[in-house]
């Protein structure tokens, strides 16, 4: 059956580095059906709404969903169900993304690119992922109200609600492990069991799912010291799973040890294998239509499809292997580019790729 790839290119540099991305997965010979649908500020000029039915009935019925990006300051004071980011929102609702995927790599040739000292992260290569659609973000009731007991009763407060359901820790958990299972076997579990009810019940249930996984070697970490770790001493992890609070801080965290923003990918998978991938930057509206925005996050972004939605792991390879290749080239965009490199554009990057 012919796989499908909906591709969203959005607003600001989506569209180019979308476009080198389309290039890369073409050249590699595949049937894929590719389509295309605005979204974002795109489609809310072109439909009324940032996330039309058409646009989303595309993504229901594809595969995978190659993502740009969305965003920019000219819609800022539309109201909040009209801007741009609203898409993305929708479609993790609406395909029910829960896997949050986001690798932290630093090529060896950008070891510089990083604050910090290139044999504390040179070579760095490890995964977080987050749990997306749970915990004290969406949990219920939330709100602002009238203290109704203990040392504040009778002044106002805000509160929201941390809960996780043993099924929705039991999913996120496998996914890490069967991650873990396709890289080196080491799974860190990072949670705030010590003060926390609900992180002392996700450590327990993970547990319980390693049991499934004797050949992964599961180890547990609180939340405020894997930060510390990770800027410390990255490279003694490989995948991290945690929940969706934790895990956007430690992503970030993780993001910037390699110093390039440019260069990550991300993932967002469903139950049936089916997922959304983007870069994990935005739609850079201040460098938007240049032809210097960085193209490799987009294009490692569709290597991570083809590993994880399109069940073409070979592919996956030769994409990651062809973006080594051009950085031991020398070959950069202005925002990795240093003394001794050579800066090209966008297209050019693209085309660097293809060669390689
Ligand atoms: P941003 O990631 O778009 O830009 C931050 C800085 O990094 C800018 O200086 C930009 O020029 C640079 N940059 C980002 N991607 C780059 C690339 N591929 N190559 C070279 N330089 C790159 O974040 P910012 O400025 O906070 O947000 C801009 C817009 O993007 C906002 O409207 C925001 O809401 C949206 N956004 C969208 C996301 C998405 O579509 N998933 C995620 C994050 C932000
Ligand atoms: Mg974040």
């Not at 993304?97 to 044999?119: D, G, Q, T, V």
């Not at 010291?225 to 430690?250: C, E, H, S, Y």
């Not at 965009?333 to 800066?343: C, L, N, Q, R, V």
Request: glycine letters at 8%; aromatic letters at 6%.
């Amino acid at each position: 059956m012919t796989q499908k790839i909906a591709v969203l290119p959005g607003d600001g540099i989506g569209p180019e580095i979308i476009e080198q991305a389309v290039r890369v997965l073409t050249a590699l010979g595949e049937s894929f059906e590719i389509d295309q649908a605005p979204v974002g500020g795109a489609a809310y000029e072109a439909a009324g709404h940032p996330l039309p039915p058409e646009t989303l009935a595309l993504a229901q019925a594809s595969d995978a969903v190659l993502f740009g990006a969305v965003g920019d300051w000219k819609y800022d004071s539309l109201e909040r169900r009209l801007r741009p980011e609203q898409a993305i929102l929708g479609l993790r609702q609406s395909l029910k993304l829960f896997a949050n995927l986001r690798p932290a790599i630093l090529y060896p040739e950008l070891a510089n690119a990083s604050s910090l000292k290139p044999e504390i992260v040179s070579g760095l290569d490890i995964m977080i992922i987050r749990e997306l659609t749970g915990d004290i973000y969406f949990g219920q009731p939330r709100g602002v109200r009238t203290s109704p007991d203990g040392p504040f009763a009778g002044e106002r407060e805000g509160f929201d609600t941390m809960r996780y359901a043993e099924s929705e820790i039991r999913r996120i958990a496998r996914v890490g492990f069967e991650t873990a299972r396709k890289r080196s076997r080491k799974l860190c579990s990072v949670d705030k069991a010590n003060v926390l009810e609900t992180f002392q019940f996700w450590k327990d249930i993970v547990t319980e799912v390693g049991k499934e996984y004797p050949d992964v070697e599961l180890t547990h970490m609180y939340v405020d010291n894997a930060a510390m770790q990770l800027a410390r001493a990255p490279k003694q992890f490989d995948v991290i799973v945690t929940g969706n609070m934790f895990g956007d801080i430690l992503s970030d965290l993780a993001a910037m040890l390699t110093g390039s923003i440019g260069m990550l990918p991300s993932a967002a998978l469903n139950d049936g294998g089916q997922g959304l991938y983007e870069p994990s930057h935005g739609s850079a509206p201040d460098i938007a239509g240049k032809d210097i925005a960085n193209p490799l996050a987009t294009i490692l972004s569709a290597a991570m499809m083809l590993r994880y939605s399109l069940n073409k792991p070979a592919q996956a390879d030769r994409i990651e292997a062809a973006v080594k290749k051009v950085l031991s080239q020398g070959l950069r965009t202005a925002d990795i580019f240093e003394t001794g490199t050579t800066k090209i554009g966008t297209a050019a990057m693209g085309d660097a790729v293809l060669k390689a």
